[in-house]
């Protein structure tokens, strides 16, 4: 089995894989990985692979360098299964490259926007020919929350709970909405602009904040809360004889 390790700007996600298929996805904390050793003595773990967005801590790196099995640490030089056209392959999110690598795995022939809504929300293409051209990077859910109150004077730090409008009609509604209006109309934006310049795409829509966004473009976007992991999967396979 596999063990997949993503390590993103708030939560690690821990994944066992048997074949394509996630047994179990425990998130932890990417400080200190204290699952680590509670998934790996519950499992057949035969490799692991490991991708970071951010410098790993003492204890993290201490824990990952006890895994009993080859590590496969995603890095710049990883053989990929898509061709990469990324201009700075070296500053790469590796947790945006296992996306594409996951949604092209699901439909290898598709052209297909790919959007995480995590710490940030990232919006990644991938062609029908398995070529990722690159994306952008937005500010996330609660980073929007955080920048509103940290960035102002007055601002609240408003949470993700309440009453949700569609135009605010007090300060902690106006600032809600706000913010997941905001996320909702520029994710929707997004959508359209590239189906009309691709109209045979798919959108992934993956990340740890979901948010329900009533458009009538849900008819074409692939919700997959594991995307990132699939891909991660994909990837430790296709290198396989390297670890
Ligand atoms: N179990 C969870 N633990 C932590 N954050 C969670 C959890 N479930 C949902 N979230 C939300 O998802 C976001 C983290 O999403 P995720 O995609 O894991 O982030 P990243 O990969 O950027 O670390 C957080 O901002 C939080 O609002
Ligand atoms: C954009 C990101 C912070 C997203 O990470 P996440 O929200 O998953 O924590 C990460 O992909 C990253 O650090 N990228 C480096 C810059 C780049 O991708 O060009
Ligand atoms: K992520």
């Known amino acids: 089995m596999n063990l997949v390790i993503d390590i993103g700007n708030t939560t690690a996600k821990l994944a066992l894989f048997d074949g394509t ?100 929300i990232t919006y990644e293409f991938v062609d029908a020919s398995g070529r990722y051209h690159g994306g952008n990077i937005s500010p996330g859910m609660q980073m929007r929350f955080k920048a509103l109150h940290q960035l102002t004077g007055r601002l609240p730090l408003v949470s993700r709970e309440g009453r949700e409008l569609p135009m605010g009609r007090d300060t902690d509604t106006a600032i809600r909405a706000g913010v997941l209006k905001g996320m909702e109309y520029e994710i929707s934006g997004y959508i359209v602009a590239m189906k009309h310049k691709y109209p045979e795409l798919l959108v992934f829509l993956t990340g740890g904040d979901d948010f329900s966004f009533d458009t009538n473009l849900k008819s074409i976007i692939f919700a997959d809360r594991f995307l990132v992991l699939k891909g991660l999967n994909r990837i430790l396979n296709y290198n396989n004889d390297k670890i």
């Open 21 to 120: 298929l996630p047994l179990e996805v425990v998130y932890d904390s990417n400080s200190t990985l204290e699952h680590l050793p509670d998934i790996c003595s519950r499992y057949a773990v035969e490799k692991a692979i490991v991708a970071s967005v951010i410098d790993l801590s003492e204890c993290a790196l201490a824990q990952l360098s006890k895994l009993p099995v080859p590590v496969l640490w995603l890095n710049e030089k990883t053989l990929l299964p898509v061709e990469n056209l990324y201009e700075t392959p070296e500053t790469l999110g590796y947790d945006r490259m296992a996306a594409v690598v996951g949604a092209n795995e699901q439909f290898p022939d598709r052209d297909i926007l790919v959007i995480d809504a995590g710490t940030c």
